[in-house]
Structure formats: structure tokens, C-alpha cells
């Protein structure tokens, strides 16, 4: 089993869709929980840090079940620019400070 | 402007050489890291390095070298003893007391025929 699960997509919603990914992970030791975004053929950025208590950052909205290990991202008003691959990413504290990434799920938002 | 800064941006090679690919940062921070991404599956951690002269291997750390002589520098060598090198090469540092957060520099395609 992989230790960050996601369902690679693609998704295909019209534009100001609401539309929701799903990550499960595995270790149960973890602490950290991101979403990061990378556009066709360039780096990760960070989206956005993902909290027990939710967070929102304007259409983005984070969440965590830490009972169930998952993790959620809904996007509101999806706009042609949302386009691009989230990645769901997983640390667990020491060991170096590794990051463990989903391989990402692809968001196509169409006119 | 800070950033941090990968070069080549595509970069070819024969079976069987050594390709070293540059990663710099101006960002002042100690932590550094090298991941390799294919196609259908997530980023894979090759090595970090958390302070200069100091490095640890990732989940992939076979056929790679890395150095960290200075804080800004971190170059991996790929060497011939990997077996699978064309790959996406990405490049990251994170900033103390948020070493989860890490930024990316813009990437190198290898490719190896």
C-alpha cells in the first residue's frame, strides 16, 4: 500500500464548479499535512498547509481527519487558472524532515 | 530576487557518464533537498542535507552523489551505476522552523540514451 493515496483523475469540471479531492495516508505517525500545486512540466509550490481544525485560504479549503487519516481539498468557484496537478503531501516529524508526496490529481477546469 | 535556481533546465546524455546538476539558493536556508519525479508516481527523496557538511540518503539513494560545501550550493551527480536516470530532477530548500514548507527550484529533465 502507498503510504499517501490519491486518485490520480483527471477531473474535468465546468468553470465555478465546486469541486473536492480526497488523500488517504498510511502512517499514522504523521504530523504535517500539505497541499501543493505543479502546473504541466514545472516545480511543486505550496498551496497550502492543511490543519485538525480546517483552513481556508479564499476558494481553498483544507481539511483533516486525522481518525480516518485523510485529507481534503475543496475548491470553490473553480476557475480555468485552478488547472493543474495538486499534490497531497504527508510528514512525520524527525527522521530528517521528510516529506512524503501522493503522485497527484490532475484538475482540468474547461469554459 | 531569492530564489533558488537549477541548471540545465533539459540536459541530455550517453549510458554510461556522470552528469552532476547545479542547485543554488539565495535563500539562506540550511535545509536542502534532491527529488526525482516520473511519470505516474509522486516525488521521490534522493538525499537532504540539513547543515553544510552534512548530508543523509533518501528512499532513492542508490547510483546518486551529493555535496553541500557551502550553504548555497547542493549538486547531485548522477552516476552511471543508476540504472534509471531519465527523469524530472527537482530541487529543494526549506527555511528554519518551517522545514516542512519547502521551495522548489524549477527543475532539470535529464534524459539518458
Known amino acids: 500500500r502507498k503510504e499517501v493515496e490519491q486518485d490520480p483523475g483527471p477531473f474535468n469540471v465546468p468553470e465555478g464548479a465546486t469541486v473536492a479531492f480526497n488523500c488517504t495516508y498510511s502512517n499514522s505517525a504523521s504530523q504535517s499535512f500539505f497541499w501543493y500545486r505543479q502546473d504541466c512540466r514545472k516545480e511543486p509550490k505550496l498551496l497550502m498547509s492543511v490543519y485538525s481544525s480546517g483552513n481556508e485560504d479564499g476558494r481553498f479549503t483544507a481539511q483533516l481527519n486525522r481518525a480516518s487519516q485523510y485529507i481534503s481539498l475543496l475548491i470553490r468557484d473553480s476557475k480555468l487558472s485552478d488547472s493543474a496537478t495538486y499534490l497531497c503531501?504527508?510528514?512525520?516529524?524527525?527522521?530528517?524532515?521528510?516529506?512524503?508526496f501522493g503522485t497527484g490529481t490532475q484538475l482540468k477546469v474547461e469554459l | 530576487d531569492g530564489g533558488i535556481t537549477q541548471s540545465p533546465k533539459y540536459l541530455f546524455r550517453k549510458e554510461g557518464q556522470n552528469v552532476t546538476l547545479s542547485c543554488e539558493q539565495n535563500?539562506?536556508?540550511?535545509?536542502m533537498y534532491w527529488y526525482r519525479q516520473d511519470p505516474g508516481q509522486g516525488l521521490r527523496l534522493i538525499y537532504y542535507?540539513?547543515?553544510?557538511?552534512?548530508?543523509q540518503k533518501g528512499d532513492i539513494a542508490e547510483g546518486y552523489s551529493v555535496s553541500r560545501e557551502k550553504k548555497e550550493s547542493f549538486p547531485l551527480t548522477v552516476t552511471s551505476a543508476q540504472k534509471n536516470p531519465t527523469a524530472f530532477y527537482l530541487c529543494?530548500?526549506?527555511?528554519?522552523?518551517?522545514?516542512?514548507?519547502?521551495?522548489f527550484g524549477p527543475g532539470t529533465r535529464l534524459t539518458v540514451t
Open positions: 503531501v504527508v510528514a512525520v516529524s524527525g527522521g530528517g524532515n521528510k516529506l512524503t
Open positions: 542535507s540539513q547543515i553544510v557538511n552534512d548530508f
Open positions: 535563500l539562506n536556508h540550511d535545509a
Open positions: 529543494a530548500s526549506a527555511p528554519p522552523g518551517a522545514l516542512y514548507e519547502q521551495y
